[in-house]
């Protein structure tokens, strides 16, 4: 009876470890088949929601690329606003450092400061859709989905047109369903995601800030930065110098698909920037 009983035990724990091992692994594999973009022509449902077979090549290496194989290629994108002061430190700082950037811009902020968005547009750098009003996608229905994007892009386009204006969106937050993703596409607009998130949103000092960069880039790369920082100010001249000492060049959301496509975004390699500093 004590030896059934402590077999019982044993395979409930061997089953709760499984459990939990099998849950962990699924979530890394989310991790590393994470897109970076999900173009309008793109199979939606592949990409967000991977097959099995897809989950098993990721977890033993098989979606990893090379370097050699991979352009360094770097779009900077600064998500929300635009705001006063921040924004325009921001710019000035881009320009000083001769940096191309896309902006994802909200509908309702562009409205109350059209003179930053045009500013934005007159510095040469590109303006994306963060839709009308910053909520969040995966609560609403398909066709609420579709006004935030349609909205949020006729108010940039009506302040300082772009043809990017209707073809970018980036959803806020990152949060969206598979169906946020396919009434976009509907729409006519690509997806713009991104390979790191260093976290800019929050409180973290520039030197954190710089070593999680550093140690997360790929080529290529999509950042996510956003407006509102005076922190990623600070941190962009050291950012920009060690990049282009790696050999990167930075470009906007658009020419980056054209010179490298989603395909290699949704693949890059990965590439220590500190390790290649000690070479």
């Not at 499984?18 to 979530?27: D, F, V």
């Not at 099995?52 to 770097?74: F, I, K, S």
């Not at 509907?186 to 991104?194: K, N, Q, V, Y």
């Amino acid at each position: 009876m004590r030896r059934a009983l402590v077999a019982a035990v044993l395979a409930l724990a061997a089953l709760a470890f499984l459990g939990y091992a099998g849950r962990r692994l699924w979530t890394k594999s989310d991790d590393l088949l994470r897109p970076a973009v999900i173009l309008r022509a793109a199979d939606a449902a592949a990409l967000v929601q991977p097959s099995l077979g897809a989950r098993l090549r990721a977890l033993t290496g098989g979606a990893r690329a090379a370097a050699a194989d991979r352009p360094r290629l770097v779009a900077l994108t600064f998500d929300d606003g635009p705001y006063p002061i921040v924004t325009p430190l921001l710019l000035q700082t881009l320009h000083d450092l001769r940096v191309p950037a896309t902006f994802f811009l909200i509908g309702r902020d562009a409205e109350q400061f059209p003179d930053l968005a045009r500013a934005i547009a007159a510095a040469g750098d590109e303006i994306g859709d963060h839709t009308l009003t910053h909520p969040d996608l995966d609560r609403l229905s398909p066709a609420g989905v579709t006004a935030e994007l349609q909205l949020g892009a006729g108010v940039l386009d009506s302040i300082a047109p772009q043809p990017s204006e209707a073809r970018f969106f980036r959803p806020p937050h990152g949060r969206y369903t598979l169906a946020t993703i396919e009434a976009a596409q509907a729409a006519g607009f690509d997806t713009i995601l991104w390979n790191d998130d260093p976290g800019d949103w929050r409180a973290i000092a520039p030197s954190i800030l710089l070593a999680h960069l550093l140690s997360h880039a790929t080529a290529p790369e999509i950042v996510l930065l956003h407006s509102g920082r005076t922190g990623t100010c600070a941190v962009l001249p050291q950012l920009v110098t060690r990049y282009r000492r790696a050999g990167y060049t930075f470009v906007t959301v658009g020419a980056l698909l054209s010179r490298s496509g989603a395909a290699e975004l949704n693949t890059p390699a990965k590439i220590s920037l500190d390790a290649e500093a000690l070479r």
